[in-house]
T-cell receptor, first 113, second 115 residues
Framework: AQTVTQSQPEMSVQEAETVTLSCTYDTSESDYYLFWYKQPPSRQMILVIRQEAYKQQNATENRFSVNFQKAAKSFSLKISDSQLGDAAMYFCAYRSPRGDMRFGAGTRLTVKP | SAVISQKPSRDICQRGTSLTIQCQVDSQVTMMFWYRQQPGQSLTLIATANQGSEATYESGFVIDKFPISRPNLTFSTLTVSNMSPEDSSIYLC????????????FGAGSRLTVL
């Protein structure tokens, strides 16, 4: 079964600075999708960014970008120019072609003013 | 995007009772899932809700405890049966839209507290 590992239970960043959240996964499949979701205290899961495994180019969404290393099975999230509203739990997720999605344990991001 | 309505948003339940959570989507979806998020934990997949047939359960989850219905393409229910305090969690409905580009969209969740 696929597993997703987030080795950083908590991270902290100064406002306007850059932070990188780590994620690794284990799979024997060649075709899959990777995601980062954000969960603020409201508990609503919000999609931050997604990456298709067949694409070599790293996905970017405004201040959010990923470093996707398929051979290393690594999928880190970089947040640039951090804002107070970025404070939340961040979950890395793996979705197989069958459709089910597995989540990592999460990283709690604190943004200091 | 789609609007996913989940209710109740929260409830306090007595041990031994059962509660049904409803998930309504405002557009047709290809796949619907139910997740559990225990306090301070990540999301764990309970089951895939299959339209017109029995749900597909993940290891550790059984139909007697978590019966699921999906009578059509836009609606599903999850029942938490014979509840114990260990069932206190957030339960989330999630869907993949027909045009969702493989993205999982979540409802706001139902927070259950079992006394």
């Amino acid at each position: 079964a696929q597993t997703v590992t987030q080795s950083q239970p908590e991270m902290s960043v100064q406002e306007a600075e850059t932070v990188t959240l780590s994620c690794t996964y284990d799979t024997s499949e060649s075709d899959y999708y990777l995601f980062w979701y954000k969960q603020p205290p409201s508990r609503q899961m919000i999609l931050v960014i997604r990456q298709e495994a067949y694409k070599q180019q790293n996905a970017t969404e405004n201040r959010f970008s990923v470093n996707f290393q398929k051979a290393a099975k690594s999928f880190s999230l970089k947040i640039s120019d951090s804002q107070l509203g970025d404070a939340a739990m961040y979950f890395c997720a793996y979705r197989s072609p069958r459709g089910d999605m597995r989540f990592g344990a999460g990283t709690r991001l604190t943004v200091k003013p | 995007s789609a609007v996913i309505s989940q209710k109740p948003s929260r409830d306090i339940c007595q041990r031994g009772t059962s509660l049904t959570i409803q998930c309504q989507v405002d557009s047709q979806v290809t796949m619907m899932f139910w997740y559990r998020q225990q306090p301070g934990q990540s999301l764990t997949l309970i089951a895939t809700a299959n339209q017109g047939s029995e749900a597909t359960y993940e290891s550790g989850f059984v139909i007697d405890k978590f019966p699921i219905s999906r009578p059509n393409l836009t609606f599903s229910t999850l029942t938490v049966s014979n509840m114990s305090p260990e069932d206190s969690s957030i339960y989330l409905c999630s869907v993949v839209l027909n045009s969702g580009a493989n993205v999982l969209t979540f409802g706001a969740g139902s927070r259950l507290t079992v006394l």
